[in-house]
């Protein structure tokens, strides 16, 4: 009795120090999202209207500079420099608006996955604080080793406490 209280008492302090620890990949959790498909095929919309609009734009330049160097050897010069005027203030404006488009895009693609991503943090703290880990560790962020032995994998409890498959 002796021996196994002994024996009690020196492991006990090891149990006191396991410690539990996890995994997650939270890519593959976002991609099965609903809300990700929804923000995917937003942004997807978007850039296609911004390309139209711009398609637009470059047609109108072109069909106005074929235009111009059809008559242009027939034009007085203060309308040649007035056209050409035209045409170099619409390319920049076609410029600018590319630029704007891309940081309309970004900004937009910026905020619905923050929306997303902070979704799935919430649910990993959850089933972190649930199951008593230490720390869950994404293997989507790159991290170059992880002992699937030592690690539990939370993926699955991860979908299922954001409600998906």
Known sequence: MKKLLLMLMAFAPLATFA????????QEIIQVMPDYTKAKTEIDALQAQYEADLKSM?????KKGDAFEKE???LPDNIKQRRQQELQEMYQKIQQ?????????????????????????????EVGQAGGYVYIMDVAGGVPYISTTL???????????LGLK
């Open 19 to 26: 410690q539990k620890f996890g995994h997650v990949n939270a």
């Open 58 to 62: 470059q047609d109108e330049l072109q």
């Open 72 to 74: 242009q050897a027939t």
């Open 97 to 125: 608006s590319y630029q704007d488009n891309q940081q309309a895009l970004q900004k937009a693609s910026a905020e619905k996955m923050q929306a997303i991503t902070t979704k799935v943090i919430d649910a990993i703290k």
């Open 151 to 161: 690690s539990t994998d939370v993926t699955a409890q991860v979908k299922a406490k």
